[in-house]
């Protein structure tokens, strides 16, 4: 859009941005009356709709493995009947009033989360893509109750998750890909994998559903574009 066309009404600039983390960013959620959304530096800022200044803001703590790196805010946050869900660098998940910012946490066994988490709101699931510890890194997927924060299942895949999940609620799958290159289609009900798909190159951002083809779009660190079909990949 050339720039000439519009004109800015405000504008929010988050302090001490990480420009070496090669992941996907916060992006915004919102409502009528606030945008929300978290930074590098472990802040999530709900901004006012009509100028731009802050409402409420938190910043989270240290995770328990005492980085540095703990306290990024890379999730995107999800709104789900008035309340903020999003996940940190410290691998908890954390459930937010959006309109007072009070802050109750969902906290598990998680090492990170830098990818954003998706609701499947019929269930009342809110799926986490994760990073979990130990000698080597592994990646997985946790289906939380979002009242409750009980898991319902956990999947884990052998490389580690940064991206975000796409949710298919009409035939109840979720896709998602991982560090080794590999889209994974998956039962959102269960967590069984379904199928795997591998490409040349980490994955780093969320498949986009085509309705047109019911096939699934994708890029990888491979330099290439792909396109899958849901059913058999």
């Given at each position: 859009i050339p720039k000439e066309s519009f004109q800015a009404k405000w504008y929010f600039k988050t302090p001490d941005a990480l420009l070496e983390a090669v992941v996907p960013k916060s992006g915004v959620a919102f409502d009528e009356k606030q945008v929300y959304l978290g930074s590098d530096k472990g802040v999530v800022y709900a901004l006012s709709r009509l100028d731009g200044s802050v409402v409420w803001q938190h910043r989270i703590g240290l995770g328990p493995w005492g980085s540095k790196r703990d306290k990024e805010i890379f999730s995107t946050p999800v709104l789900h009947a008035g309340r903020l869900y999003f996940g940190a660098y410290d691998g908890n998940i954390f459930s937010v009033e959006a309109e007072t910012g009070q802050l109750p946490v969902v906290s598990f066994e998680a090492y990170?989360?830098?990818?954003?988490?998706?609701?499947?709101?019929?269930?009342?699931r809110l799926h986490v893509p994760s990073v979990f510890g130990g000698q080597k890194?592994?990646?997985g997927i946790v289906a939380l109750d979002i009242l409750s924060g009980k898991a319902a299942w956990r999947t884990r895949f052998s490389s580690p998750l940064r991206s975000t999940p796409l949710f298919f609620e009409q035939k109840q799958r979720l896709f998602v890909g991982d560090e080794s290159g590999t889209v994974s289609c998956m039962d959102s009900e269960t967590g069984r994998i379904l199928w795997n798909f591998q490409t040349g190159g980490a994955i780093k951002d969320a498949p986009v559903y085509d309705e047109r083809s019911e096939a699934i779009i994708f890029?990888?660190?491979d330099g290439s574009v792909y396109k899958?079909?849901?059913?058999?990949?």
């Open positions: 990170r989360i830098t990818g954003s988490p998706v609701i499947d709101a019929a269930s009342g890194n592994q990646g890029s990888s660190f899958v079909t849901i059913e058999t990949g």
